[in-house]
């Protein structure tokens, strides 16, 4: 009943973060622009986990750990997000999301490149289906939604970065007191970007309500709802069962925004989502087999 209880906070935090895009573009129909957004999303976010953390007692981290993770907050999250809802502007919501989930297979990749691990097939096969998953998302597009496809592939890039190079800093510090000074630091970041490019606030209800709802249910819940259900399920499940967010944002990007949906977008989707049920099988294999051995010496 727990494991039960873990899948369905698992995939709620996936719909929760799903939705995100669609508060996002809402927001910008009505005046506001991806910094603007950004800094009063993660401000209301950043009061309720400060709250949180004070209620349970827990400490924020210090000295370089609390470096660490400020930089991780400012130019990790920072710079993907700002990039990702940047690309938001400028293609099909359901276009953006797909190619942005190619980060699973970067993270795969980049241990290669940087750490200098082998190459397996599994990660030859996932980069491999991946860029074809793109390939076939990406065509046919138009020149207008040229530096949206850009940008999503860098916010991928930034977004693998950021979870290859700060998961120790976030684990050594505790998911909760790591990710309110992520999103404190990321706070400050798109407030330093609004005093110089001049803020554009939402206007009317619908506008503030997105954006408040932005804040309150794609990031706090959905954070919340992901820590609670990585307590009863392991890694590896949590990150299959997180693809549903794609399925909500394309799924809502249809019936909200009137997206239509092509075949060779529907192909790309369905390619890039296998290879991350595919990585993180792998993965999970890999992580029994070791834990195998271990036991055995």
Same mark, same amino acid.
């Given at each position: 009943?727990?494991?039960?209880?873990?899948?369905?906070?698992?995939?709620?935090?996936?719909?929760?973060?799903?939705?995100?895009?669609?508060?996002?573009?809402?927001?910008?129909?009505?005046?506001?622009? !991806?910094?603007?957004?950004?800094?009063?999303?993660?401000?209301?976010?950043?009061?309720?986990?400060?709250?949180?953390?004070?209620?349970?007692?827990?400490?924020?981290?210090?000295?370089?750990?609390?470096?660490?993770?400020?930089?991780? &907050?400012?130019?990790?999250?920072?710079?993907? $997000?700002?990039?990702?809802?940047?690309?938001? $502007?400028?293609?099909?919501?359901?276009?953006?999301?797909?190619?942005?989930?190619?980060?699973?297979?970067?993270?795969?990749?980049? !241990?290669?490149?940087?750490?200098?691990?082998?190459?397996? *097939?599994?990660?030859? $096969?996932?980069?491999?289906?991946?860029?074809?998953?793109?390939?076939?998302?990406?065509?046919?597009?138009?020149?207008?939604? *040229?530096?949206?496809?850009?940008?999503?592939?860098?916010?991928?890039?930034? *977004?693998?970065?950021?979870?290859?190079?700060?998961?120790?800093?976030?684990?050594?510090?505790?998911?909760? !007191?790591?990710?309110? %000074?992520?999103? %404190?630091?990321?706070?400050?970041?798109?407030?330093?970007?609004?005093?110089?490019? &001049?803020?554009?606030?939402?206007?009317?209800?619908?506008?503030? &309500?997105?954006?408040?709802?932005?804040?309150?249910?794609?990031?706090?819940?959905?954070?919340?709802?992901?820590?609670?259900?990585?307590?009863?399920?392991?890694?590896?499940?949590?990150?299959?069962?997180?693809?549903?967010?794609? %399925?909500?944002?394309?799924?809502?990007? %249809?019936?909200?925004?009137?997206?239509?949906?092509?075949?060779?977008? $529907?192909?790309?989707?369905?390619?890039?989502?296998?290879?991350?049920?595919?990585?993180?099988?792998?993965?999970?294999?890999?992580?029994?087999?070791?834990?195998?051995?271990?036991?055995?010496?």
């Amino acid at each position: 009943m727990d494991r039960l209880i873990g899948v369905f906070l698992v995939a709620l935090s996936a719909a929760c973060f799903g939705v995100n895009p669609i508060f996002a573009r809402i927001a910008f129909g009505a005046g506001s622009n !991806p910094a603007t957004f950004l800094f009063i999303r993660y401000a209301l976010a950043s009061a309720v986990m400060v709250g949180i953390l004070a209620a349970k007692q827990l400490k924020y981290p210090k000295g370089r750990l609390l470096v660490i993770l400020i930089l991780v &907050g400012t130019v990790g999250l920072g710079g993907s $997000t700002f990039c990702y809802f940047t690309a938001l $502007t400028l293609a099909p919501v359901s276009l953006v999301v797909v190619i942005t989930y190619m980060y699973p297979a970067l993270v795969s990749l980049f !241990p290669v490149v940087f750490l200098k691990e082998c190459m397996s *097939y599994e990660k030859i $096969t996932g980069l491999f289906l991946t860029l074809l998953g793109i390939t076939f998302t990406a065509a046919p597009f138009s020149r207008g939604e *040229y530096s949206g496809i850009v940008l999503s592939m860098i916010t991928a890039v930034v *977004y693998a970065l950021f979870l290859i190079f700060g998961s120790a800093a976030i684990h050594e510090a505790g998911l909760l !007191p790591a990710s309110t %000074v992520i999103i %404190v630091s990321a706070t400050f970041a798109y407030g330093a970007m609004v005093a110089i490019q &001049g803020a554009q606030w939402p206007t009317g209800p619908i506008g503030w &309500g997105a954006t408040v709802a932005s804040a309150l249910i794609s990031t706090v819940s959905g954070l919340v709802c992901l820590l609670a259900g990585l307590r009863r399920i392991d890694t590896a499940n949590a990150a299959m069962i997180s693809t549903f967010e794609v %399925v909500v944002s394309i799924t809502l990007a %249809v019936v909200v925004l009137k997206e239509a949906i092509s075949w060779s977008k $529907t192909v790309g989707a369905v390619l890039i989502i296998f290879v991350v049920l595919f990585l993180a099988k792998s993965e999970y294999k890999r992580a029994r087999i070791e834990l195998f051995n271990r036991d055995l010496q």
